[in-house]
């Protein structure tokens, strides 16, 4: 006759082993918050860059950039037009570039990304900015038509020109403090390395007696 009974301590070693597969399972549960992973929450406003020199040659050269786009844009004929496309290009791409990095400072998002040099790279784009927005508005300047846009636009290009010659000076002071305050910290820490090193040797010498 076929009996049901199950053999004695069937389940508590069910309980067991599962009580142990549990403890070693690697698909634990984390208790990691999730604010904790989330890199966006650092994210404000600094009011503190947009009134520094920096913060407001930074917008001066957005709206000179955008004005100077705008202007450009309403010519409708032009023969030639290699001047008028060359200035669109400059003014377009100076706007887009600026205003990035106007948002990325301002927000302190470049914080986020520290293994960037981003003093090395607004040295980068003030100067680029400069020189293009210079060499654009002469070749507008020589190849222009007289009309209200043109010379509108050769106005604000060599406006914008200036307040980016200011800013690149600036840019390279900075970029020069930086890279200096760099070496020195890399050398302090070289140089406590290296004392610590010697001293653990010392530590690590037996007496001699």
Known sequence: MRTTEEPEGFDGEA???????????PYQPTTE?????????GIR??????????????????????????CIETIMLCSPCGGVYFFEFVSCS???????????????????????NWSLTDLVNTSASTFFFFLSSLVLGFINHNTAAEIA????????TGVYGVNTVLAVRRWRLSS???GVMGQSSEYM????????????????A
């Open 15 to 25: 309980s067991n082993t599962s009580m142990i597969s549990g403890a070693t399972s």
């Open 33 to 41: 918050p999730v604010h904790a992973r989330n890199i966006w929450g």
């Open 45 to 70: 406003c600094d009011v503190k860059y947009l009134k520094s020199y920096f913060g407001i040659l930074k917008v001066v050269e957005v709206i000179l950039s955008l004005i100077g786009f705008i």
């Open 94 to 116: 100076a706007f887009v570039v600026t205003g990035v990095l106007l948002i990325i400072f301002s927000l302190n998002l470049h914080t986020k990304v520290p293994h960037v």
């Open 153 to 160: 636009a050769l106005i604000f290009g060599f406006l914008v």
């Open 180 to 182: 200096g305050h760099q």
């Open 193 to 208: 390395r290296a004392r610590t090193a010697s001293r653990g040797e010392m530590e690590a010498r037996p007496d001699l």
